[in-house]
């Protein structure tokens, strides 16, 4: 199994010569095994995929962490949604007294795009995650709410032995220094458990996230608090803030890794990068 | 073991940021989580106790009606709302570790997240004396 990061930026996209280290796209990973890809998130990093050499077949399936503009931004100009011989099915969270469709529509209609959703040629379904695992061809699928503002999940791809874990808006605890000491009281520790590889939210440095409590989202400290508890064997820090300059992110990672001691490889996610799982 | 339903754990999160002492049980009864107020009442702290089965937390702080009757586990809020998954509200007493007794009233909801499952229920007890 093999993850392309398309997108690794948080918040909004950014074109700056500041942030190409990182990259400046926004959410977006493809989870490849074989011939068979899944995309999760559609934030601007998925109009990087290129769906003419890595899409032959005709059906398409794209995982929505959320629907917060940044992992759906890039959906609105996804070339498939667009062919109509292309089956496009996205999969995102339920948990709101409006549907999944309906909710996505608000984005995608006038007067913020000018197609509306059920005029999109492709042969489009929008399914709301269900509970239980679920398969994508050779993929299994899990989906729990995590806690983030808004019906919010992360998920959890297995394919064959090896497992990826996807949780790039996440903040496990709310305004403390630390998880809760019991495992069973960890915001998505189901997800992370002894995964291959975890990535994770990690928009902020501990100071940051001070001034930022309640706001979704994780410190680098607490990114790698919660790899360390959940057993996870690889770290890669995601959903970079794009206030920071990549030299100042850089700075921040290089910080923080003096500080701490952990046993799993940590590393700064970068756009474009390919990780074999 | 797998974690709670994240509504449970941000239910703790809330309760840890109260000074009113808050409950948390699951779909049976178990007391899963006390804050530090409700360590207080209960004369336990959750950090060695754990999870408690409805029959242990039930009567540890020896609830009573107004006429001194002792109330059973089935009556309080948080079974009621346990068994019929609806708020419940009851003003009794209890009587503090000093042997002080006390009127509280008691507030429990059902927790019910978007996966609209039922997870369980939380309880703030309201000390009558405070605002009287």
């Not at chain 1, 926004?26 to 890595?54: P, Q, W, Y």
């Not at chain 1, 269900?130 to 394919?159: D, K, L, M, W």
């Not at chain 1, 990549?246 to 923080?256: A, P």
């Not at chain 2, 941000?10 to 109260?18: E, N, T």
């Amino acid at each position: 199994m093999k993850v392309k990061l398309h997108g690794t930026r948080g918040a909004y996209p950014t074109s700056s010569t500041n942030n190409q280290t990182y990259g400046g796209n926004t959410s977006c990973i493809e989870v490849i095994n074989g011939k068979e890809r899944i995309i999760v998130d559609a934030g601007t990093g998925i109009l990087g995929i290129d769906f003419n050499t890595s899409y032959k077949s005709e059906r398409i399936d794209i995982l929505l962490t959320h629907l917060h503009m940044d992992h759906i931004q890039g959906l609105a100009f996804c070339k498939p949604l667009f062919n109509p011989n292309k089956e496009v099915h996205i999969w995102g969270p339920g948990g709101s007294p409006e549907s999944l469709q309906t909710r996505l529509n608000r984005f995608l209609s006038p007067p913020l795009f000018p197609i509306a959703l059920r005029d999109i040629p492709s042969k489009l379904s929008i399914q709301e995650l269900p509970s239980t695992t679920f398969t994508i061809g050779n993929f299994v699928i899990s989906a729990e709410y995590i806690s983030h503002p808004g019906p919010t999940v992360g998920f959890r791809i297995q394919c064959g032995s090896k497992t990826v874990a996807y949780l790039p808006d996440h903040e496990p605890v709310i305004g403390k220094a630390h998880l809760f000491p019991e495992d069973d009281w960890v915001s998505g520790f189901n997800l992370a458990y002894q995964s291959d590889l975890l990535i994770h939210d990690s928009q902020y440095s501990k100071k940051e996230y001070m001034n930022k409590v309640g706001w979704g989202h994780s410190s680098l400290d607490i990114a790698a608090e919660f790899c360390s508890r959940t057993k996870a064997k690889h770290l890669l820090l995601f959903h970079h803030d794009p206030a920071h300059s990549d030299d100042e992110r850089t700075q921040m990672f290089e910080n923080f890794m003096r500080k701490v001691n952990y046993d799993f490889p940590i590393e700064l996610a970068v756009q474009g990068d390919e990780i074999e799982v | 073991m797998p974690a709670h339903e994240i509504e449970i754990i941000l239910s703790r999160q809330l309760a840890d940021c109260l000074t009113v002492p808050v409950f948390i049980v699951d779909p049976e009864g178990t007391l899963i989580f006390y804050n530090e107020p409700a360590e207080e009442i209960l004369g336990k702290k959750f950090q060695e106790t754990g999870p408690m089965p409805i029959g242990d937390w039930g009567t540890l702080f020896f609830p009573q009606d107004e006429d001194g009757n002792d109330i059973p586990p089935e009556e309080l809020p948080l079974v009621q709302t346990i068994q019929n998954k609806v708020p419940a509200h009851k003003t009794f007493w209890i009587k503090a570790l000093n042997g002080k007794a006390t009127k509280i009233s008691v507030t429990s909801i059902p927790i019910i997240g978007r996966s609209k499952n039922f997870s369980g229920a939380m309880a703030i007890f309201w000390d009558n004396e405070v605002i009287g």
